[in-house]
C-alpha cells in the first residue's frame, strides 16, 4: 500500500491526489460556549480519510457531550467495522445515536441532547461515502459548481425545497434550526447515505448551520474558490460568519483535493 506523504507545507499525496484539509471552529460572537465538534481521523491500514462536523444541541453541557461523542464515536466505529464504506457509516452513525440516546437517558444533566452529523469518507479507489443527520452540509466546488450534495432534515429545508418559500426566507426563518432528524433523540436513527466520486481539482466542504445561517451560498462558494489553501479557506469563512453577525457557533472543514505538482 503506498504510504502517505506530508510535504514541508502540510499538503499530502494520497490516492494520487495533492490533498489538503482543515478545520476551523468558533464560538461566534452570542453563544456562551461551542457546541460544535470536528475531527479527521486516518485508517491507515484501509488508506481511508474520514472527516467529521457535529452541532450539537441540549441545555447545560449536553450540545457539548453529544456533538463529541457523535465525532468520537464515528472516528472509532468506522474503522473498526467490516462492509462497504456506506454501510460502515451507517453502523457508525446508528452506534453513536445509541450511545448519545443512552447517556441522555442516564444523565438528567444531559436529558433531551442530541446532535447534527455530516461524515465524507475518502476511500482510495476515488469515490467517497456521505452520511448525515440534521442540518450540516456537505458541499462540493467542482468547476464552477458548487453544490449542496446533502439535504437538511428540517421543515424549513422543505418548504424550500417545495417552493413555498425562497432561499432568503430560509435562512432567516425562525425555525430555520429546528431539525426533525438528531442523534441521540431517539432509539433509532436514519441516516442519508450517499456516494459521490472523487475528481483533481474538487473541494468538499462539511459545515455546520453556523456557517450557512449568517451567509449566503454565494458567499461562501466565492470563498471556497479563493485559494486552494484550505487553511486559508476556513479561516476566512470562519471570520465571514463572524462579521455578519457570528448568530451560532460555526465551524467548517474543507479538503481539497489537486493534480500532484512534479516532484511531488
Ligand atoms: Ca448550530
Request: glycine content about 12%; overall charge negative; charged content about 30%.
Given at each position: 500500500m503506498p504510504k502517505r506523504v506530508v510535504d514541508d507545507e502540510g499538503r499530502e499525496s494520497w490516492a494520487g491526489f495533492a490533498l489538503g484539509v482543515a478545520g476551523s471552529t468558533h464560538v461566534g460572537r452570542?453563544?456562551?460556549?461551542?457546541q460544535d465538534a470536528f475531527d479527521r481521523f486516518d485508517d491507515e491500514e484501509r488508506d481511508e480519510i474520514l472527516l467529521v462536523v457535529a452541532d450539537g444541541m441540549g441545555g447545560h453541557r449536553g450540545g457539548e457531550v453529544a456533538s463529541r461523542m457523535a465525532v468520537g464515536t464515528l472516528g472509532k466505529i468506522f474503522r473498526g467495522s467490516a462492509g462497504e464504506p456506506r454501510e460502515r457509516l451507517r453502523t457508525a452513525i446508528e452506534r453513536a445515536n445509541h450511545e448519545i440516546y443512552r447517556l441522555g437517558g442516564r444523565d438528567s444533566m444531559l436529558r433531551g441532547m442530541g446532535t447534527t452529523a455530516v461524515a465524507l469518507l475518502l476511500c482510495p479507489d476515488g469515490t467517497a461515502a456521505i452520511a448525515h443527520v440534521g442540518d450540516s452540509r456537505l458541499y462540493r466546488l467542482r468547476g464552477g459548481d458548487f453544490e449542496m450534495l446533502t439535504e437538511d432534515h428540517s421543515m424549513v429545508a422543505r418548504w424550500l425545497k417545495e417552493g413555498m418559500i425562497d432561499e432568503e426566507t430560509a435562512r432567516e426563518h425562525?425555525?430555520?434550526?429546528?431539525?426533525?432528524r438528531a442523534l441521540g433523540a431517539a432509539e433509532s436513527v436514519q441516516p442519508d447515505l450517499l456516494e459521490t466520486d472523487l475528481r483533481a481539482g474538487d473541494l468538499f466542504l462539511l459545515c455546520s448551520d453556523g456557517l450557512t445561517g449568517m451567509l449566503p451560498d454565494q458567499e461562501v462558494q466565492r470563498l471556497a474558490e479563493r485559494s486552494r489553501d484550505p487553511h486559508a479557506i476556513v479561516a476566512w469563512m470562519v471570520d465571514a460568519a463572524n462579521q455578519s453577525g457570528g448568530m451560532d457557533n460555526v465551524t467548517a472543514l474543507v479538503a481539497t483535493l489537486d493534480t500532484p505538482q512534479p516532484g511531488d
Amino acid at each position: 500500500m503506498p504510504k502517505r506523504v506530508v510535504d514541508d507545507e502540510g499538503r499530502e499525496s494520497w490516492a494520487g491526489f495533492a490533498l489538503g484539509v482543515a478545520g476551523s471552529t468558533h464560538v461566534g460572537r452570542v453563544r456562551k460556549s461551542n457546541q460544535d465538534a470536528f475531527d479527521r481521523f486516518d485508517d491507515e491500514e484501509r488508506d481511508e480519510i474520514l472527516l467529521v462536523v457535529a452541532d450539537g444541541m441540549g441545555g447545560h453541557r449536553g450540545g457539548e457531550v453529544a456533538s463529541r461523542m457523535a465525532v468520537g464515536t464515528l472516528g472509532k466505529i468506522f474503522r473498526g467495522s467490516a462492509g462497504e464504506p456506506r454501510e460502515r457509516l451507517r453502523t457508525a452513525i446508528e452506534r453513536a445515536n445509541h450511545e448519545i440516546y443512552r447517556l441522555g437517558g442516564r444523565d438528567s444533566m444531559l436529558r433531551g441532547m442530541g446532535t447534527t452529523a455530516v461524515a465524507l469518507l475518502l476511500c482510495p479507489d476515488g469515490t467517497a461515502a456521505i452520511a448525515h443527520v440534521g442540518d450540516s452540509r456537505l458541499y462540493r466546488l467542482r468547476g464552477g459548481d458548487f453544490e449542496m450534495l446533502t439535504e437538511d432534515h428540517s421543515m424549513v429545508a422543505r418548504w424550500l425545497k417545495e417552493g413555498m418559500i425562497d432561499e432568503e426566507t430560509a435562512r432567516e426563518h425562525p425555525q430555520r434550526s429546528q431539525i426533525d432528524r438528531a442523534l441521540g433523540a431517539a432509539e433509532s436513527v436514519q441516516p442519508d447515505l450517499l456516494e459521490t466520486d472523487l475528481r483533481a481539482g474538487d473541494l468538499f466542504l462539511l459545515c455546520s448551520d453556523g456557517l450557512t445561517g449568517m451567509l449566503p451560498d454565494q458567499e461562501v462558494q466565492r470563498l471556497a474558490e479563493r485559494s486552494r489553501d484550505p487553511h486559508a479557506i476556513v479561516a476566512w469563512m470562519v471570520d465571514a460568519a463572524n462579521q455578519s453577525g457570528g448568530m451560532d457557533n460555526v465551524t467548517a472543514l474543507v479538503a481539497t483535493l489537486d493534480t500532484p505538482q512534479p516532484g511531488d
